[in-house]
């Protein structure tokens, strides 16, 4: 029988456990024995009047949490869920490989972030941070002033993660949706719209999060070229990102139809002028931006390559 798997990640003092309380005090283990795995203890403590139908199980050392010891606790408390809180400095990969049993489906990653300590953790600890976002299905930033709050957003961390859903939890209690639904960036009152070098992380963010604003524009800009393995055949230039870190570098690419594509070598640097429509295309698994090029010419690289936000 198939075991639902809730992780909660996020590094100590995020706002982890009071999340747990919130859900357990709502009811989420009143129907079904729930095994809470423990693996970071802070200062706070799980509500002993919400674990009725829980059982609290510490991990202290990453090397405890093996597939044998999880099989060993599903035989001895045959829990019909498992809700983890994970310690924010061990690797998630290796619990998704190496750890969950087979029958243990992973149904639901909530990260959870001191946002006053994001910076600070995305610049030491680039790579923890950042699988803790890439894989959530919901990114909390606790404790958000409005100077963090702008600041987070120049981070366009919708960049890093397209699917979650991303809140901010502020300091005077409210809550608010990371996205704002701003006017566009650019001017799209210009017959051809310009994307200078700097700003192509800008614009893939706003014409991915807003692809029919942009149909039936045309649109001026440098990118390199990019031919797909996966989907052979398919054009999809665009640039690379440093989304959040040094170590978090990604391609931004866009699929791309029209004559001359197939001329150029990938990594090639080509100038183009494009005609943006909106089309189904499995590389979106739906409709997505598609770029119909009306010109495309070599050019020499932008000073700055690499994009940044």
Known sequence: MDIPVYLVAGFLDSGKTNFINGVLEDGFARQDRTLLLRCEEGEEEYNPKALDNVTVVDIEEEADLTCSR??????KYRPKQVLIEYNGMWQMERLYREVLPANWVLYQIMTFVEAGTFE???????????????NA???VFNRATPELREALRKRN?????????IYFENVDGTSEDYLTGDECPFDLSQPVVDVPDDDFGVWYVDVMDHPDRWAGKEVHMKLLMCHSKKYPGIHCPGRFAMVCCENDIQFLGLVAKGVGLKDYNNRDWVEVTVRMAVENHDAYQGKGPVMHVLSIVPCQKPAQ????F
């Open 70 to 75: 999880m099989k060993e606790l599903e035989k």
């Open 120 to 134: 600070l953790y995305a610049k030491n600890m680039g790579q923890l941070m950042m699988e803790k976002i890439t």
């Open 137 to 139: 299905d919901l990114l």
């Open 157 to 165: 961390l919708r960049m890093v993660n397209r699917r979650a859903d």
């Open 305 to 308: 390559d690499v994009v940044t």
